[in-house]
């Protein structure tokens, strides 16, 4: 064996049985690059969710929402909603909004939908299975609308993620969804298609109070 290869087998064993200290140990920290706007949370999540194609509306109250509510599905003439969560069929109450109660999600016109939190620097919608929805809710109707409030405003996906990890500790939920408006998808010629493996159009409703009643 000549004495140049020697020497770096030589280097290599030492490396080895040596740890090699982080050249850079401030950059391997536990703070985001991302640093939060002077922006108030609701304003970047309607900036950033808009450019995504999605539609947001904001509410002072449940009694704004239902009215806002019934406007949309009279404009669209949605009559079949699927909604499955107590406190958001309340809300449809009030605003005499119809319930088909042997509806199937396949079979609506529209899925109504809370969430867990919403991301405003990705204008981003945070779901799990541990929801009423389950998994299909969000996704299987050509239209989805999630109704939030401002308390659960996040900035970014790592927040989003510690939150879901102080609410559910080790039972974290079998699946944690990040929609960020419509389904799309570009083929090689960059034509993007929009709502072909997910609903077409999405809305959040978002209104300036505590969590929902249930």
């Known amino acids: 064996m000549s004495s140049s290869k020697e020497n770096i087998l030589k280097k290599i064993r030492k490396a080895l049985s040596e740890s090699t200290p982080i050249p850079f140990p401030l950059s391997e920290g536990n703070s985001s690059v991302f640093r939060p706007s002077s922006e108030e949370l609701e304003i970047i999540f309607a900036e950033e969710f808009t450019k995504l194609q999605g539609k947001f509306v904001f509410c002072l109250d449940e009694a704004e929402l239902a009215a806002r509510l019934v406007h949309l599905f009279q404009h669209k003439e949605w009559t079949k909603i699927y909604c499955m969560e107590k406190a958001l069929k309340k809300i449809l109450h009030i605003g005499s909004l119809p319930l088909l109660p042997e509806l199937q999600l396949k079979d609506s016109d529209v899925s109504l939908t809370s969430c867990e939190c919403l991301v405003a620097r990705t204008g981003t919608i945070v779901l799990s299975a541990a929801q ?7 996704v299987y109707a050509p239209i989805h609308i999630c109704i ?10 790592k927040d989003a993620l510690l939150l879901l990890r102080e609410k559910y500790q080790s039972n974290l939920p079998s699946l944690i969804t990040f929609a960020s408006g419509p389904s799309r998808t570009a083929d090689i010629e960059k034509t993007l298609v929009v709502g072909v493996h997910g609903p077409k159009e999405v809305y959040v409703f978002l209104m300036d109070e505590g969590s929902i009643k249930a």
């Open 132 to 138: 009423q929805n389950g998994r299909t809710a969000s």
């Open 148 to 157: 939030a409030y401002t308390n659960q405003l996040v900035y970014d996906i």
